[in-house]
Each structure stands twice: as C-alpha cells, then as structure tokens.
C-alpha cells in the first residue's frame, strides 16, 4: 500500500497521520469528556512543531502556537457546521454533530487523504443530504476523500469513482453512472436485477428528412423526479412524445415496467399509466374544468366510483383554485390555472410517470413556485416525474436526476444537484458564469 509512492507497511499509527492519511470511524471514536473544540485541538497536536521543553516552560512561542491551534480548530467546526457546540462535552452532543466532530476532528491533521468509514450510519435521509453537501464541500476545499458506505444515495452523491467490493474481492471499479448499471454489481448489491420504470435506449425521432434525436438513452427509475433541460429545439418535446407514443422512433427502443412499448398506441400507453401534461397545456377552453378533468379520465371505467370521485377530490386538494371554479370554462381560465387544469387532468388518470412538457411556461414567477411545490408534493404522494424545463435552475433543484439535451442528443446527466454546481451546466443554462 503506497501513499504518494512511499509505502505504508509496518508503518506506526502516528507515522501514517504524518503521512497524510487522516479518517473517521464507523463506531465514533470521539474522547467524550473533552469539549468539541478540544478534541479537534488534539488533531491539530498532532502537526504540532513545539518542543516538550517548549511547552514546559511556556514560551511565546508556544502561546502563538496554541492561539492558533485554536482559532484553526474553530474554523473546521465553523466549516463542519458545528460551531455553536464547540464548548460542548463531545459525549453531550447530538449524534449528527458528533459524526461532524469527527470529520472536523480529522480535518485538523490536514491530511492528503480523508476516509470515512459509514459517515452516514445512523443518519436519516435528510441528515444524509447534509452529509452529502459536506463532503462536496470538503472535495471542494481541494481534500481527496475515499468513503467506504453502502448507502447508495449517498455514494452516487459524492463520488467520482466507486470500487465495489464484495467477499473480500473487487467486482467493479468506474464512474458512478457505469456501476450503477453494472450487471454484476446489481446483483450482487441488490440480489435481484433493478429495473428502471421507464427507459430510452438510443432513441433517434424524424420529423421528415429532420432529425430531431439521435442515440437518447434516458432512464427514470420508480420515485424519482427526472428533469431534462435543454435550449429551444434541443428536443425536449420530442423525447416527451417518444415516450407518450405521439411520435414513432425510427431508432432505439422505449421500455416501461419492463415491458417494451416502442409500438404500442399511445392510448394503449395512457391505460399503462404514462400521463402527459402536454407543452402548451392543451385545456378545452369550451369545457367547464370539471369537464376537462374528466377528460384526463376517458380511460377509466369507473368514473361513477368513489375511487373516482377521490381522485377528483385529490386533484382539487391540490389545486384548490380548481374547486372554486369547477364550472368555470378552461378558455377564461388564467394561465397558471390552465396549468393546474393540465397537471390534474393527467393525473385524473392515475398515472404511474406524470411526463410535464414546460409546466412553467408563460407564468408569474409566484405561480411557477406553487407549481414546483405541488409537483413536487405529487412526486412525494409516490408518482414518478419525467419534467421537461426550460427554467433549468429550478428544475434541476427540484429533480433528483437530470439530463441536458443538446440539438437532440444528452451531452450530460447527473444529480439535479451536481447539474447545477457543473461550470459548463451553469453557464450554458442557468445565465451565470
Ligand atoms: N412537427 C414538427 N415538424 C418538423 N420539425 C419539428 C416538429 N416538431 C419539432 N421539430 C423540430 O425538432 C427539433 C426539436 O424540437 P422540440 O422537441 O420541440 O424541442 P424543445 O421541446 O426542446 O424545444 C427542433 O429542431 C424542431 O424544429
Ligand atoms: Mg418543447
């Protein structure tokens, strides 16, 4: 084992802190009757150059020194985001705080490399998210991390490269969108194949001699909120319509529920449970919104039910306006209530993938939140999202995984979140530099 070329074998505990290795544990190991502050102090001792005989006798020096150490130790708990507990007994503090003081704690060797041993045991998903920011930010800070987790949100949310390791052997070494549909690591991490609910395999749509996609390959997994965003004409629309089977592929296939539906009608697809608000909402504006809803019902046979009913009523929780003009005539409608009417409408029918083709277009930025807000409500109620956008920023905070499209190809894809901190993402789509 070699660090920076010089081997680590029989090599003291201490020698490999100096050597620039610092990490974390998977059971805190955290001196508990020490406060916060101090048990960060103690990594920082550890670079310490003062002399014994220094510290005996107290010498300027060594107060400098210690002032120092102080205020550096400060600063990583500050960084960490813990330092309203710094005077805190470790033992006293929360468990979220005391894996942070660990972390912190580590930092102050300043080392080469940092490993963290399960930093996310114990934590709840959103502790997992705040996890997952701070080691981004400490990545960021220039530190090279190797975390050993077997949380997989919080693998793909950090890292560049992931070796999987299973009985004592590596099964897979890549970047985290290969090993994610790594065969073998599926299997051996899951024990059964993961399947996506919906998926593009190089799909490549003509309108004419016009080439609108080429080689799309886009996969929505069960839950997940998927953005694409893109210029005008980049496509969006038509990867939408590759899906709801409004355009047929001359190349690639689409797959749902693992079934391939590349042929199928697309009504056929609306009774499989794939919902499309369309670009431009498409509300009757002669129909009253009751009649319009129940439009994005036509597939349902049950529409003197109380399931019915319910989802009626479902639909108007989330859009009261709706309820207060349940026989006003769509055409009169404002556009974000013709908006509302398009979103409940497809969700009239019950759909498994909610696809949204631009639902902000055209509206006061007040209402474009309320409309993240309830797709986002929609999502967490356990509808999967595929959300087309033109307004990137808000999509990919609003997405847990996006693609960017490009004159009819995806030039990116990652996590809404590494989408917006991407140099290249940002300048091209979210106007800054
Ligand atoms: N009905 C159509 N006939 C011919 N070309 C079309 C048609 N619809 C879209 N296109 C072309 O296909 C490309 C992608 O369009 P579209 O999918 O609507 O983009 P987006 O939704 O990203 O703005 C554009 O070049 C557009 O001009
Ligand atoms: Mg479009």
């Not at 507990?85 to 940092?114: H, V």
Request: hydrophobic fraction near 45%.
């Amino acid at each position: 084992m070699l660090l920076e070329g010089r081997s680590l074998a029989r090599r003291q505990r201490f020698e490999i802190t100096q050597l620039g290795i610092a990490r974390t544990f998977q059971n805190i190991r955290l001196f508990g009757e020490m406060t916060a502050l101090e048990n960060v102090m103690v990594g920082t001792d550890a670079r310490h150059r003062t002399s014994v005989p220094g510290a005996l006798f107290r010498m300027p020096r060594h107060y400098a020194e210690e002032r120092a150490a102080t205020e550096k130790s400060m600063a990583l708990l500050e960084f960490v985001g813990i330092a309203d507990r710094a005077a805190d007994k470790a033992r006293n503090l929360p468990y979220g705080y005391q894996r942070r003081l660990e972390i912190a704690r580590a930092l102050s060797t300043e080392p080469k490399l940092l490993c963290l041993d399960e930093p996310a045991a114990g934590f709840n998903p959103a502790e997992k998210d705040e996890l997952v920011a701070l080691i981004r930010k400490i990545r960021e800070d220039g530190y090279t991390v190797l975390v050993i987790e077997h949380d997989m949100r919080v693998v793909m949310g950090v890292t560049d490269r992931i070796v999987v390791l299973e009985f004592g052997r590596k099964i897979a070494d890549g970047e985290p969108e290969a090993i994610r549909e790594d065969p073998a690591v599926v299997a051996a991490y899951l024990g059964v194949p993961t399947m996506a609910l919906l998926e593009l395999d190089g799909v490549a749509v003509h309108y004419g001699r016009i080439q609108a996609l080429a080689g799309v390959s886009v996969s929505v997994e069960a839950g997940e909120i998927v953005a694409l965003i893109g210029a005008n004409g980049a496509g969006k629309t038509t990867t939408m319509r590759a899906v709801s089977g409004l355009r047929p592929l001359s190349e690639g296939r689409v797959v749902f529920d693992g079934e391939d539906i590349t042929r199928l009608r697309a009504d056929l697809r609306v009774r499989r449970g794939i919902c499309q608000a369309p670009e431009g909402r498409g509300v009757f504006p002669g129909l009253t919104v009751l009649e319009n809803l129940d439009m994005g019902a036509y597939t349902r046979k049950d529409r003197r039910s109380a399931a019915y009913r319910d989802d009626l009523d479902h639909v108007f929780e989330l859009f009261p306006r709706l309820a207060e003009r349940r026989d006003q005539a769509g055409g009169t409608l404002s556009g974000g209530e013709q908006q509302m009417v398009a979103i409940g409408r497809a969700l009239m029918a019950r759909p498994r993938v909610l696809l949204l083709d631009e639902p902000s277009m055209g509206l006061a930025p007040q209402i474009i939140q309320q409309i993240f807000r309830i797709i986002s409500s929609i999502n967490e109620q356990g509808t999967t999202v595929l959300l087309v956008e033109q307004n990137a920023s808000q999509a990919l905070a609003l997405a847990h995984r996006a693609y960017v499209l490009e004159t009819g190809r995806v030039v990116q894809h990652g996590t809404g979140r590494q989408l917006l901190d991407d140099p290249s993402v940002r300048n091209a789509y979210l106007g800054v530099a």
